[in-house]
């Protein structure tokens, strides 16, 4: 049971170029959640999913996009990245109803120069 | 949508003393309120939780307050251990979880 796996550990971008963060977890939760941290702050959700096929926007969306084709993936797409993504990405995972502690991934740590 | 404020952003005690980090929140509609530890360089994990209907939760050194009427809830940390140093984050579930804006706790010797 590997919980809430996130690729890559650690990237370089260029200003302007694209790329995916993957996000998969094999605990069969219907919520998934992209949060962002920058040096020294907190966690600031990006896009969340409730299921499969279904996903909105937190609260610093711009930039960003995501999709939700299955329950196990939630991967997380940036378009034409600026240094402001810079920050660390966490993606976090967690059931429905009564049980709704939610797990994290180890975290992406992204520059973008 | 969903205000999550929390105070204060540094506390240092001394071991063995106590330490309360409040939040407030602005959804009355929220349901779930659990509390996060990050060590450094480490993801968020849970510590304490606790649902609209109870008052009040306590897991042995570590207990969350909350008033649903005020719309507020608290961590408390008795005896507190330098392992206790940390960045201590609240949080709000409806359907989204929002974070609330950390408390760095430093517990000297």
């Known amino acids: 049971n590997a919980g809430v796996t996130q690729t890559p550990k650690f990237r370089i971008l260029k200003i302007g170029q694209s790329m995916t963060l993957q996000c998969t977890q094999d605990m069969n939760h219907n919520y998934m959640y992209w949060y962002r941290q920058d040096p020294g702050m907190g966690l600031k959700l990006i896009y969340y999913?409730?299921?499969?096929?279904?996903?909105d926007k937190g609260e610093v969306p711009n930039g960003y996009n995501v999709s939700r084709s299955t329950t196990e993936d939630f991967p997380l797409r940036l378009e034409l990245a600026a240094p402001s993504q810079t920050s660390v990405y966490f993606c976090?995972?967690?059931?429905?109803?009564?049980?709704?502690?939610?797990?994290f991934g180890q975290g992406t740590r992204l520059t973008v120069v | 949508g969903e205000n999550v404020e929390q105070h204060p952003s540094t506390l240092s005690v001394q071991e063995g003393d106590s330490a309360v980090i409040k939040c407030t929140y602005s959804d009355s509609a929220s349901n779930y309120f659990p509390w996060y530890k990050q060590e450094l360089g480490k993801r968020p994990q849970l510590i304490i939780d606790i649902r609209s209907n109870v008052g009040e939760k306590k897991d042995q050194r570590i207990a969350v307050t909350l008033n649903k009427t005020a719309k507020h809830f608290s961590l408390h940390i008795t005896e507190t251990q330098p392992e206790d140093s940390a960045v201590y984050f609240c949080?709000?579930?409806?359907?989204?979880?929002?974070f609330g804006t950390g408390t760095r706790l430093q517990v000297f010797p």
């Open positions: 976090a995972s967690s059931l429905t109803g009564a049980q709704r502690e939610a797990f």
């Open positions: 949080a709000v579930n409806t359907d989204k979880l929002i």
């Open positions: 999913s409730v299921g499969a096929g279904i996903t």
